[in-house]
């Protein structure tokens, strides 16, 4: 079983709508999620960090964690063509311990 | 502005011919990371120090090297590519320990081809 499972898509979706991203995870010791953007052939842009359980809200972007479920969402409101990318969600115990990441969901948005 | 910086952005290279990427950072970070990432995959941890402190994943073969000389420099080497090698590799960096801030940040990458 894989540390972090994440669909990878693709969701297609048209300009305006709201966008629900998730991933679920095995390892109950993690402490910090984060969320990353990923256009095509770039690095990884950390979009949302989130320490514990709760809500985080940034804009258009709002990152939830429900640790008692392992369970991790992205929420992105009124999207835009150019939120078209991949998104990666990635974990980690902290402290400098290993990060684990979901194998990313693939968006596309259109106009 | 602070950030990851890798160089150089694009690299082909020969089957069997050495290489070396280089990572550099501005946010003065302990931890650098290097990642190897193929089309539709996740990051695949290679290797990371805390400050010195060299650490490899298991599974990194033996062809590929890291050096970090200082805090601000990190460089990977592949001592001979082959085709399965041809990948984008990412640099990170994460901030200091006993702290909240955890986050990891990404350089552009290098994408390399191996021909």
């Given amino acids: 079983q894989k540390e972090v499972e994440q669909d990878p898509g693709p969701l297609s979706v048209p300009e305006g709508a709201i966008v629900s991203l998730n991933c679920t995870y095995s390892n109950s010791a993690f402490q910090y999620f984060m969320w990353y953007r990923q256009y095509s052939r770039k690095g990884p842009e950390l979009l949302m960090y989130t320490y514990s359980s709760g809500n985080k809200e940034d804009g258009r972007f709002t990152a939830q964690v429900d640790k008692s479920s392992k369970y991790i969402s992205l929420f992105i409101r009124d999207s835009q063509p150019s939120d078209s990318a991949t998104y990666l969600c990635a974990m980690t115990r902290g402290n400098f311990n290993k990060f684990y990441f979901g194998s990313g969901t693939k968006l596309n948005v259109k106009p | ?115």
């Fill in chain 2, 1 to 115: 502005d602070a950030m990851v910086i890798q160089n150089p952005r694009y690299q082909v290279t020969q089957f069997g011919k050495p290489v070396t990427l280089s990572c550099s950072q501005t946010l003065n970070h302990n931890v650098m990371y290097w990642y190897q990432q193929k089309s539709s995959q996740a990051p695949k941890l290679l290797f990371h120090y805390y400050d010195k402190d060299f650490n490899n994943e298991a599974d990194t073969p033996d062809n590929f090297q890291s050096r970090r000389p200082n805090t601000s420099f990190c460089f990977l080497d592949i001592r001979s590519p082959g085709l399965g090698d041809a990948a984008m590799y990412l640099c990170a960096t994460s901030s200091l320990p006993g702290t909240s801030n955890n986050e990891q940040f990404f350089g552009p990458g290098t994408r390399l081809t191996v021909l």
